[in-house]
């Protein structure tokens, strides 16, 4: 058992894990069935037409208690549609995270503001509310803070700087389903919470978005119309009062959502409690679990982990291919091994056609991408083991991951 399976040995997993990419992940069930049917043999597939959409909002808000949530198509359509709300001029500067998906970033291109990048904590990998405030200046318009691998960020420090700079705050709620901030569900703290529901998430409807928000309108622009043509629907006829896209979500989706929802709870707390049971199994090992801060409650999207690389013989690319082939479903680092600016599209600034906007707008100053901008964020993502979570895990797999994970570290540490 102790030789590694990439030289040979046995596996420390028997079988194949649960995986979110399929049903053995997944919890869907006569509920979901049941709500599809029904829009398909309603006949009426478009929100225009059907109930369930306007349905699931509602269902939303209330979970949440807010006034207002706005379905969309995706989680990256909900961060664009805030970011409309916000109304930024061409060059202004918004803080956020390199730790987290392109879809966090896409929506701040999209409108020509300018994307700054603050520090991560190297021991949640949220945003650090020092390197917030030092990126400040005269430009800055908004915060978005990405709750990575579903832990809260110190959102106590974040609103406070916000409010000291008048800085809209939109969070990042795309994996972070009922997450808790100190007795606070993540997402009511700022000005928008957006969430995704795409295959991988807490609940999912294939794709899909919620934005939500005690604020209809902002500056004049109503929330709803941000994703919706800028239009008014609500006064009749046609009237189309700025530049926004059409991002509606279906009523197949949403016939989905509303069933997933009701699940959500049991969801999330199928995965905190085997995340939990993962951290017991892997206790005296020489690593760092990615937890979430005191007085919070994580709800796990990656269960994730730090590793020591002086500690190792190898390279973390040789740790990683050996978990995978002892049955480990996962990567290095996230996004990647480097983190959201070393891509082309803000390194190289291949936006809108070869103008490299909005960084190239008269008085805008960018970070030097080509060099080190948040060091504490590029060390994370060479030295973190991502592994993808799910509700469906037994006890059996989590013996495996945590013998996989001890296997594969003893064979390959100095110690």
Not at 109 to 119: E, G, K, R, S, T
Request: glycine residues 8%.
């Amino acid at each position: 058992m102790n030789e590694l399976a990439i030289h040979g040995g046995p596996r420390a997993i028997e079988g194949t894990l649960p995986s979110f990419r399929d049903a053995s992940g997944r919890t869907f069930g006569i509920e979901e069935e049941k709500a599809l049917l029904e829009v398909i043999r309603s006949g009426s597939l478009s929100f225009l037409v059907g109930p369930k959409t306007r349905q699931f909002e509602q269902r939303f808000a209330d979970l949440y208690d807010v006034s207002t949530a706005v379905a969309v198509a995706n989680g990256t359509a909900a961060l664009h549609t805030a970011v409309i709300f916000l109304n930024p001029e061409p060059g202004d500067e918004i803080i956020l995270s390199p730790v987290t998906d392109i879809g966090t970033v896409i929506p701040v291109l999209a409108q020509l503001a300018v994307p700054v990048f603050a520090d991560v904590d190297p021991l949640t990998q949220n945003l650090d509310p020092a390197s917030i405030e030092k990126n400040i200046t005269a430009r800055t318009r908004a915060i978005i803070v990405t709750h990575v691998f579903g832990h809260p960020a110190d959102m106590d420090a974040i609103m406070a700087i916000a409010r000291k700079h008048n800085l809209f705050v939109i969070e990042d709620c795309a994996q972070a389903h009922l997450a808790y901030y100190k007795g606070q569900l993540c997402g009511t703290f700022g000005d928008v919470g957006c969430f995704s529901f795409q295959q991988s998430k807490h609940m999912t409807t294939g794709d899909g978005g919620m934005v939500i928000s005690n604020r209809s309108e902002y500056n004049g622009r109503g929330l709803r119309a941000c994703s919706d043509k800028g239009w008014p629907r609500e006064r009749g006829g046609r009237d189309h009062l700025f530049l926004a896209p059409n991002y509606h979500m279906t009523e197949l989706q949403a016939a989905v959502g509303l069933a997933q929802v009701e699940k959500l709870q049991q969801f999330v707390d199928a995965r905190v409690a085997s995340a939990d049971r993962l951290t017991e199994l892997l206790d005296g090992l020489a690593i760092q679990p990615v937890l979430p801060l005191p007085d919070t409650l994580g709800v796990y999207f990656f269960y994730s982990f730090r590793v020591d690389t002086t500690q190792l013989t190898v390279s973390m690319a040789d740790v990683m291919k050996a978990l995978v082939a002892e049955g480990i479903d996962g990567f290095i680092g996230y996004p990647g091994e480097v983190p959201l600016y070393s891509y082309p599209v803000i390194r190289e600034r291949k936006t809108f056609g070869t103008s490299g906007l909005p960084f190239t707008l008269p008085g805008v100053d960018p970070q030097d991408f080509s060099g080190s901008v948040c060091p504490v964020a590029e060390k994370a993502c060479k030295e973190t083991v991502c592994m993808w979570w799910t509700d469906r895990f037994e006890e059996k797999h989590l013996q495996g991951i945590a013998q996989a994970i001890r296997k594969v570290l003893t064979a390959y540490g100095r110690g």
